[in-house]
């Protein structure tokens, strides 16, 4: 029986105002990340709020009456240290990474911009045009679009399926007064987490985030309306487009899963899109990338989420290839629910992602996220339940699970091609399924 890999016991606390608090020293190490945690982003949006997420992230960063707009910047970087954020669907996160001897004077810079942006007019219009490029950017990004056409199919009128950058006729809806009565409800002390990972003693460092954020009081709560369920597919749905800048065509297909409720099947579903689609030893890398040259790339995910998981197949190819790629594809899925796996092979899978994850927690800004990452999921101790689940999963049950989860009746797929190709004529379309 193997025994499952342990990570470093963290210390994790709760402040007086709700505020979770999560501690991980690393004696070896002379860095300090501290990464703040808002358990808000994309699916608190109603849709006439769409992209306001992703902006208030931009926004905190210029400061209010006591800090100026990029101050926070200059104040971390002057220090040779480094900041950034990012907003997903479930989450916003806040992050600086300095030497241990400075913490105690970056701290509260993060914590002031964070905890209360002020959102200047002048500025937010300013910052308004800057997020706006962005969008138009990432249109201009095929693999950026053929996620986004996947997203909302599966999704349909849920959050998930929208973008979490927003739209422009979306951006320009949006004011400052809404934006700051969105950081009041959302970005108060029982909705967040700090995580302090790296050269640190504990109780010092403890003492710290209860000075900068345990005096920040509770706000008052933001309801929204509840989101629509996950739709689930009545056979196959598909989305077919093109893209300008596209040289090879892309393939993506996807089945609705669960939630990060169900955590168990959730770490399994991991374990079942590792071994059809993690490296070169995987099903569908070996027989399509490998064997035939079909692919230029493939990949498999199971994403998770708070409220709906998606388990997904992407490649790149030549678009003559698209059909019998597609069909492959579903082939082994079916060929791995009628004769499930072998031990040996998830031997190989499990250690495959017991060092994957290992080798991703070497660095304090590494581990802080995945602590930050786990900790909205469910909470911290979803991370060694994960390893652990790793080393008890048996074959029959990832063959349970593809049987379950991957229906080759129901599924969401996008295909995206190259601008200019008439789909009708290539003789291969003709294989698609129907």
């Not at 959050?159 to 979490?164: A, E, K, N, S």
């Not at 422009?168 to 004011?175: E, G, Q, R």
């Not at 990338?289 to 490649?315: D, H, N």
């Not at 492959?328 to 092979?345: M, P, R, S, V």
């Amino acid at each position: 029986m193997n025994c499952s890999p342990r990570l470093l016991p963290a210390h994790t606390h709760r402040l007086s105002n709700g505020l979770s608090v999560i501690l991980h020293p690393i004696p070896i190490t002379d860095s300090v990340t501290v990464d703040i945690w808002v358990q808000t982003g994309g699916r608190n949006e109603p849709l006439e709020w769409l992209g306001l997420s992703h902006f208030l992230e931009h926004m905190v960063f210029k400061g209010n009456d006591r800090l100026a707009p990029g101050e926070l910047d200059r104040a971390i970087e002057g220090r040779g240290g480094v900041t950034n954020a990012a907003t997903s669907q479930d989450y916003t996160h806040y992050y600086i990474t300095v030497a241990a001897g400075d913490l105690p004077e970056s701290l509260p810079y993060l914590a002031e911009v964070v905890l209360r942006a002020g959102i200047p007019a002048d500025e937010f219009e300013r910052e308004r045009q800057v997020v706006l490029e962005e969008i138009r950017r990432a249109a201009d990004n095929p693999d950026y679009n053929a996620y986004q056409q996947l997203m909302q199919t599966a999704y349909g009128d849920h959050p998930y399926g929208r973008p979490v950058l927003g739209t422009p006729a979306s951006l320009m809806d949006l004011t400052p007064e809404l934006m700051r009565t969105y950081h009041q409800g959302w970005y108060r002390p029982e909705q967040m987490t700090v995580v302090v990972t790296g050269g640190i003693d504990p109780e010092r460092a403890l003492a710290l985030v209860e000075e900068q954020f345990g005096g920040s009081p509770s706000g008052a709560e933001l309801r929204i309306p509840p989101a629509p369920a996950q739709p689930r597919p009545q056979g196959i749905l598909r989305q077919e487009s093109t893209h300008p800048r596209l040289e090879q065509a892309r393939l993506l297909l996807a089945w609705p899963t669960v939630s990060a409720h169900d955590w168990q099947t959730a770490c399994g579903l991991e374990v079942l899109a590792s071994i059809l689609g993690d490296g070169r030893t995987s099903r569908l890398v070996h027989l399509l990338r490998e064997q035939r040259g079909w692919v230029r790339g493939i990949g498999c995910s199971s994403m998770v989420l708070k409220e709906g998981g998606l388990f997904c197949v992407s490649a790149q190819m030549d678009p003559d290839h698209l059909s019998r790629v597609e069909a492959t594809i579903l082939h082994e899925i079916e060929k791995l629910q009628q004769d499930g796996i072998g031990q040996a092979e998830l031997d190989r899978t499990r250690r495959i992602l017991t060092h994957e994850f290992l080798f991703s927690a070497e660095s304090p800004s590494q581990l802080a996220g995945i602590y930050g990452y786990y900790e909205t999921l469910g909470g911290v101790q979803r991370i060694q339940e994960y390893l652990e689940l790793l080393q008890s999963l048996t074959p029959t049950q990832v063959r349970e699970l593809a049987q379950q989860h991957l229906s080759p009746e129901a599924y969401v797929v996008t295909t995206l091609k190259p601008a200019g190709l008439d789909s009708a004529s290539s003789p291969e379309r003709q294989l698609a399924y129907r």
